[in-house]
């Protein structure tokens, strides 16, 4: 099988953290989904689609009633006019949409940019695209990128400036200026934006602003965001593209032949969900906040050097306090140890660039909060010497 360059190392290490708290009976934190219910008119609207017979391909471009609600969630949120018709396109999760992205858009050669550490497929992707990864690192504690490095790696080769804001796995969500400063580069160097949102209303202190809502944003970008972390719905793969027309349409031609079109019961439960109130939104957001706040008390008191993620499903631990100098090992003993699993910060990172991210683990809190605090409480107990 194609797979990027670590491809094999990561697929080793998912799976086998996975294995290891299956065997072990160790409370698995390495995986990123939910283990509870989202929003139950969500549910209910899916059952009922079901029910009123909508259960054959969808049209190419999405069910009109969730592409209406996406455009309406755009105005709404965020204050951008978007076209239903021609600017909004449903894909199967945000992983469809950004393989379809990276395929059309990108030739042979051709630099694709992204933050490192970076979400895993965006790695192999781009290989399959059979394009050039250039990467920018994202350093403790608060992994921004620095501006002078931003601009270093901008040049005429690079065709996709790819950036994940809110960040997985360290939880940064991206500055007003860096945004702005990534237009800049975006227009000098004549490169297309490609933004993965799909933690956006997973921020605790801070707001997200689309890099699109930003002056002369807009043109350049596909914005890519997806309803499963924000509904705890991750199995049901609806994403979406929202993009100028004709980009969109380049991105079109590829998907259609990637899986034409996808759930289509699940595309009006996913509309339902976009235009839940105010409260469901800031309550999904605050209750994550929350069981950062158990799952970082316990990492600390094990003497992790723990950051402060801004956003989304995952704390960064430094475990270098600990004596450790390869989290991947430490991973593998870490479920004996304190009966948690978790994943080095390596499987996100090129494997000849892992200076700077050796000691560092990525725990997942999107759990129940008497999971977490179990988690917490046994991390607690954790003595090295
Ligand atoms: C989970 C995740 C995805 C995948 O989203 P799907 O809608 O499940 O395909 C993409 N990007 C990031 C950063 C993620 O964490």
Same mark, same amino acid.
């Given at each position: 099988?194609?797979? @990027? ?33 989202? /929003?139950?008119?969500? =549910? ?25 609600? !996406? ?23 945000? $992983? &469809? ?8 858009? $990108? ?14 497929? #965006?790695?192999?992707? !781009?290989? %399959? ?12 504690? *608060?992994?921004?990128? +620095? ?8 040049? +005429? ?5 790819? !950036?994940?804001?809110?960040?997985? /796995? ?7 200026? $860096? ?7 975006? #227009?000098?160097? +004549? ?7 799909? #933690? ?7 707001? *997200? ?6 002056? @002369?944003? %807009? ?37 259609? #032949? ?14 339902? @969900? ?13 209750? =994550?906040? *929350? ?17 402060? /993620?801004?956003?989304?499903? %995952?704390? !960064? ?12 090992? %430490? ?18 990172? *090129? ?9 560092? =683990? ?18 607690? &107990?954790?003595?090295?010497?």
């Amino acid at each position: 099988m194609l797979l @990027g360059a670590d491809g094999e190392l990561r697929q080793t290490i998912f799976g086998e953290m996975s294995a290891l708290a299956a065997s072990t009976g160790a409370i698995n934190l390495g995986q990123g989904f939910p283990d509870e219910e989202g /929003p139950i008119e969500v =549910l209910d609207a899916a059952r009922q689609a079901i029910r009123d017979g909508a259960n054959q391909y969808p049209p190419a471009l999405g069910m009109p009633v969730l592409r209406e609600a !996406i455009a309406a969630h755009q105005q709404r949120f965020y204050g951008l006019r978007v076209d239903p018709d021609s600017q909004v396109l449903v894909t199967a999760g945000a $992983t &469809e949409a950004l393989a379809a992205t990276i395929l059309a858009l $990108t030739e042979e050669g051709d630099e694709v940019l992204t933050l490192e550490p970076f979400y895993d497929a #965006y790695g192999a992707m !781009i290989a %399959f695209g059979k394009a050039t990864h250039v990467t920018v690192p994202l350093r403790a504690p *608060h992994f921004l990128p +620095d501006h002078e490095d931003l601009r270093a790696a901008v040049t +005429d080769r690079t065709r996709l400036i790819l !950036i994940n804001s809110p960040h997985n /796995p360290t939880g940064s969500v991206l500055p007003r200026e $860096t945004l702005e400063l990534i237009i800049e580069l975006a #227009y000098d160097h +004549d490169a297309i934006i490609v933004t993965d949102e799909v #933690y956006e209303h997973l921020t605790f202190e801070v707001e *997200h602003t689309p890099i699109s809502s930003l002056p @002369g944003g %807009f043109d350049r970008t596909v914005t890519i965001s997806s309803g499963g972390k924000t509904f705890s719905t991750t199995g049901w793969k609806i994403g979406w593209i929202i993009a100028p027309q004709p980009i969109l349409q380049a991105i079109l031609a590829v998907k259609q #032949y990637l899986t034409y079109v996808n759930g289509a019961p699940f595309q009006p439960a996913i509309a339902v @969900g976009l235009g839940l109130p105010d409260e469901f939104f800031s309550g999904v957001a605050s209750t =994550l906040q *929350h069981k950062c706040e158990i799952l970082s008390a316990g990492l600390t008191s094990a003497g992790f050097t723990v950051s402060t /993620p801004q956003a989304g499903y %995952f704390v !960064i631990a430094d475990a270098a306090a600990l004596g450790v100098t390869d989290a991947a090992e %430490f991973c593998r003993s870490l479920p004996s140890l304190a009966g948690v699993a978790a994943v080095p910060v390596s499987a996100f990172v *090129h494997p000849d660039r892992r200076g700077g991210f050796e000691t560092l =683990l990525r725990f997942a809190f999107c759990k129940k909060i008497d999971v977490l605090e179990r988690a917490a409480a046994q991390l607690a &107990e954790l003595r090295l010497n």
